[in-house]
Nanobody, 122 residues
Framework: VQLQASGGGLVQAGGSLRLSCAAS????????MGWFRQAPGKEREFVAA????????YYADSVKGRFTISRDNAKNTTYLQMNSLKPEDTAVYYC????????????????WGQGTQVTVSS
């Protein structure tokens, strides 16, 4: 499966952004999806995951209550709604896919998108 992330940009602290990840090439509904982020000089970290049907979601503690992951299998797209953004949310955000839900390590995801930059100004 090929993944294309989009929707990043520059936003002030307290603002919102919605990231999208469009999938192509294979049956999207086979895959659990995840979002990760990587800030300069830091390791890639888990943000959120969603099961193949959308019935299960899982979040990092740092974004719980502010971010919402969702998917539309009819549109082959996963979303990450980010509210109450903080400067520490600044990073390149990546979407990823694999067959198993609720994985939080980058090494556990087989397929990756190219990343989209999110910058939150204070």
């Amino acid at each position: 499966v090929q993944l294309q992330a989009s929707g990043g940009g520059l936003v002030q602290a307290g603002g919102s952004l919605r990231l999208s990840c469009a999938a192509s090439g294979r049956t999207f509904s086979w895959y659990a999806m995840g979002w990760f982020r990587q800030a300069p000089g830091k390791e890639r970290e888990f943000v959120a995951a969603i099961s193949s049907t959308g019935g299960g979601t899982y979040y990092a503690d740092s974004v719980k209550g502010r971010f919402t992951i969702s998917r539309d299998n009819a549109k082959n797209t996963t979303y990450l709604q980010m509210n109450s953004l903080k400067p520490e949310d600044t990073a390149v955000y990546y979407c990823a896919a694999d067959f198993t839900y609720a994985r939080s390590r980058p090494s556990e995801y087989r397929y990756w998108g190219q990343g989209t930059q999110v910058t939150v100004s204070s």
